[in-house]
């Protein structure tokens, strides 16, 4: 059994920063061997992904967010971080955090990020 926890929503201006965190609870051996995402989903949009880390620390982006977003695991700590900056409007979504391997697939409940103009 995997949790995800994910905390720092909110409401922020355009331009601005939030730094998003996903506590995972259960064996830090079976974080490791996780691959850890971050998805985003709008209201009347599908979710997407946003980026995601290897247990070995390659990462991949969205296009949208490459070059703003960063995405950092400490597996000592057991926790995925979305560092967000220069956040447009249209970043306003519903972020869940993922951990996914061949037989597991887990998701956190999801914080709400809301950018205003």
């Known amino acids: 059994q995997v949790q995800l926890v994910e905390s720092g929503g909110g409401l922020v201006q355009a331009g601005g920063s939030l730094r998003l965190s996903c506590a995972a609870s259960?064996?830090?051996?079976?974080?490791?061997?996780?691959?850890m995402g971050w998805y985003r989903q709008a209201p009347g949009k599908q979710r997407e992904l946003v980026a995601d880390i290897t247990s070995g620390g390659s990462t991949n982006y969205a296009g949208s967010v490459k070059g703003r977003f960063t995405i950092a695991r400490d597996n000592a700590k057991n926790t995925v971080y979305l560092q967000m900056n220069s956040l447009k409007p249209e970043d306003t979504a519903v972020y869940y955090c993922n951990a996914r391997r061949d037989d597991l697939d887990i998701w956190g409940q999801g914080t709400l990020v809301t950018v205003s103009s």
């Open positions: 259960g064996s830090i051996f079976s974080i490791n061997a996780m691959v």
